[in-house]
């Protein structure tokens, strides 16, 4: 039995367990081939580390002034469009969830295998079985989530090392984890009992703001002035100031009845939440203190740097909320209702950081490596490249925040200040246990 209702709604719930690895390649096919590492000193080091404000970019100019991706996946999403009607026959959820895991940027060259969403359902008066079949692997057992904690805006001006500035700053935490009874019914097709609550936990954070910024990043001791060699330092001192703040922590589900399949009402809502919410926009900031530290060593071929930004980052809040939902059996309806008003909160903003090496040896040869956490979960990353005039050839492993091994590989042409790059890389950010391929183009201007 085919049931396009159900088989979305499965996968709504279960599109956590495929994380997407948020940052994981950026729109730079070099960098994909690489398996996600960067052998230049580009955004996402000067981004964790301070210390990389004063270094200067490679002399070779292996860092593109302008990346621009091809969007050859694009053409791929609009044939297979049709294949996302809802009331056709054909329409696969798995699919439509895939898409939105992996952004139909570049082209999917192997897609991963998509489970059926063939549903088949054994019905009694007391007894409800549903078998999802192969899609039965995609059941979480453990908490599935998402979350980051970004800069979207970074503005200032310098001297002499010297930086002042504001940058803004977002950070989410969502969570999910399955009650045992819903787990059961959904990956072992345990038959629906009555009596019985199902349900979900639920746990999620997100605040955001804007801080001002003192900074510096200098060469304690090196080489020439003229060269890159050298010892330098860097640190941000942030005053931050809370404009919005939300938590959510609680259940949700439903409570079945003594029959199943009979009577007006087999199932109940039940839904019991704490909701805080505090310091909406116009009203009081929140207040908070931190920094960024961060050094980086250059020796001719030879580069290492560390880096961690929000340390100590702790978030006062004089006027918190909290509200407790919860479904009402009596009038059939959620109920809200204050158990705290105008309390003092915290919160944290997580320590965010990048550890990276690079070796550049003779004949065009660079290697490198890095570790970056952005503040819920760490990737590796290993790669190479090696230049033949103007064409590179690259390749790369990394390990993602879910723990999967991932293979990156490609090329580049280089023409005077243009360059032409393809790169290949494996994903596991699907609804399947399966790897899939994916092929990005880019143009690059030097």
């Given at each position: 039995?085919?049931?396009?209702?159900?088989?979305?709604?499965?996968?709504?719930?279960?599109?956590?367990?495929?994380?997407?690895?948020?940052?994981?390649?950026?729109?730079?096919?070099?960098?994909?081939?690489?398996?996600?590492?960067?052998?230049?000193?580009?955004?996402?080091?000067?981004?964790?580390?301070?210390?990389?404000?004063?270094?200067?970019?490679?002399?070779?100019?292996?860092?593109?002034?302008?990346?621009?991706?091809?969007?050859?996946?694009?053409?791929?999403?609009?044939?297979?469009?049709?294949?996302?009607?809802?009331?056709?026959?054909?329409?696969?959820?798995?699919?439509?969830?895939?898409?939105?895991?992996?952004?139909?940027?570049?082209?999917?060259?192997?897609?991963?295998?998509?489970?059926?969403?063939?549903?088949?359902?054994?019905?009694?008066?007391?007894?409800?079985?549903?078998?999802?079949?192969?899609?039965?692997?995609?059941?979480?057992?453990?908490?599935?989530?998402?979350?980051?904690?970004?800069?979207?805006?970074?503005?200032?001006?310098?001297?002499?090392?010297?930086?002042?500035?504001?940058?803004?700053?977002?950070?989410?935490?969502?969570?999910?984890?399955?009650?045992?009874?819903?787990?059961?019914?959904?990956?072992?097709?345990?038959?629906?009992?009555?009596?019985?609550?199902?349900?979900?936990?639920?746990?999620?954070?997100?605040?955001?703001?804007?801080?001002p910024t003192l900074s510096y990043a200098g060469?304690?001791?090196?080489?020439?002035?003229?060269?890159?060699?050298?010892?330098?330092?860097?640190?941000?001192?942030?005053?931050?100031?809370?404009?919005?703040?939300?938590?959510?922590?609680?259940?949700?589900?439903?409570?079945?009845?003594?029959?199943?399949?009979?009577?007006?009402?087999?199932?109940?809502?039940?839904?019991?939440?704490?909701?805080?919410?505090?310091?909406?926009?116009?009203?009081?900031?929140?207040?908070?203190?931190?920094?960024?530290?961060?050094?980086?060593?250059?020796?001719?071929?030879?580069?290492?740097?560390?880096?961690?930004?929000?340390?100590?980052?702790t978030l006062t809040w004089k006027d918190t909320?909290?509200?407790?939902?919860?479904?009402?059996?009596?009038?059939?309806?959620?109920?809200?209702?204050?158990?705290?008003?105008?309390?003092?909160?915290?919160?944290?903003?997580?320590?965010?950081?990048?550890?990276?090496?690079?070796?550049?040896?003779?004949?065009?040869?660079?290697?490198?490596?890095?570790?970056?956490?952005?503040?819920?979960?760490?990737?590796?990353?290993?790669?190479?490249?090696?230049?033949?005039?103007?064409?590179?050839?690259?390749?790369?492993?990394?390990?993602?925040?879910?723990?999967?091994?991932?293979?990156?590989?490609?090329?580049?042409?280089?023409?005077?200040?243009?360059?032409?790059?393809?790169?290949?890389?494996?994903?596991?950010?699907?609804?399947?246990?399966?790897?899939?391929?994916?092929?990005?183009?880019?143009?690059?201007?030097?």
């Amino acid at each position: 039995m085919r049931s396009t209702l159900v088989g979305c709604w499965v996968v709504v719930l279960l599109v956590g367990a495929a994380e997407p690895a948020r940052a994981q390649f950026s729109f730079d096919a070099r960098r994909a081939g690489m398996g996600g590492v960067s052998l230049t000193r580009d955004g996402t080091l000067r981004r964790y580390n301070p210390a990389y404000r004063a270094v200067p970019d490679h002399r070779g100019g292996g860092r593109a002034k302008l990346t621009i991706p091809i969007p050859l996946g694009l053409l791929q999403a609009l044939k297979d469009s049709a294949a996302f009607d809802v009331h056709a026959s054909y329409f696969n959820a798995f699919e439509l969830v895939n898409k939105v895991l992996n952004p139909p940027l570049y082209l999917e060259v192997k897609k991963a295998p998509i489970p059926s969403n063939d549903v088949t359902f054994t019905v009694g008066r007391n007894a409800l079985v549903v078998d999802l079949g192969k899609a039965q692997q995609l059941v979480p057992t453990d908490e599935i989530g998402f979350g980051n904690s970004s800069r979207f805006l970074d503005l200032g001006i310098g001297l002499h090392g010297l930086h002042v500035g504001v940058l803004a700053f977002l950070q989410e935490d969502v969570g999910f984890t399955l009650g045992d009874t819903l787990r059961n019914f959904l990956r072992n097709a345990d038959s629906a009992r009555v009596r019985t609550r199902y349900f979900v936990n639920v746990d999620g954070k997100g605040q955001g703001g804007f801080a001002p910024t003192l900074s510096y990043a200098g060469r304690l001791a090196g080489g020439a002035p003229d060269a890159d060699d050298g010892f330098y330092v860097g640190g941000a001192l942030h005053y931050y100031f809370g404009v919005g703040y939300g938590r959510g922590t609680g259940t949700g589900g439903f409570r079945t009845g003594d029959t199943l399949f009979a009577g007006s009402n087999p199932v109940t809502p039940n839904v019991d939440a704490l909701v805080y919410t505090s310091n909406a926009i116009g009203k009081q900031f929140g207040h908070g203190v931190g920094g960024d530290v961060g050094f980086a060593y250059v020796a001719g071929p030879f580069e290492l740097g560390v880096g961690a930004n929000d340390i100590g980052a702790t978030l006062t809040w004089k006027d918190t909320q909290v509200r407790r939902l919860f479904y009402d059996t009596t009038s059939s309806s959620i109920k809200d209702s204050i158990v705290l008003n105008h309390v003092e909160s915290k919160t944290k903003l997580p320590v965010s950081y990048v550890a990276n090496v690079a070796y550049r040896m003779g004949q065009g040869i660079t290697l490198g490596a890095d570790i970056v956490n952005n503040g819920r979960g760490t990737a590796e990353h290993v790669g190479a490249e090696v230049r033949f005039g103007p064409l590179a050839v690259r390749g790369g492993v990394a390990r993602d925040t879910r723990k999967k091994v991932e293979f990156g590989t490609g090329g580049g042409l280089r023409f005077g200040p243009f360059g032409l790059d393809v790169g290949f890389w494996t994903h596991s950010n699907s609804l399947s246990n399966t790897r899939g391929v994916t092929m990005g183009t880019s143009l690059s201007i030097y």
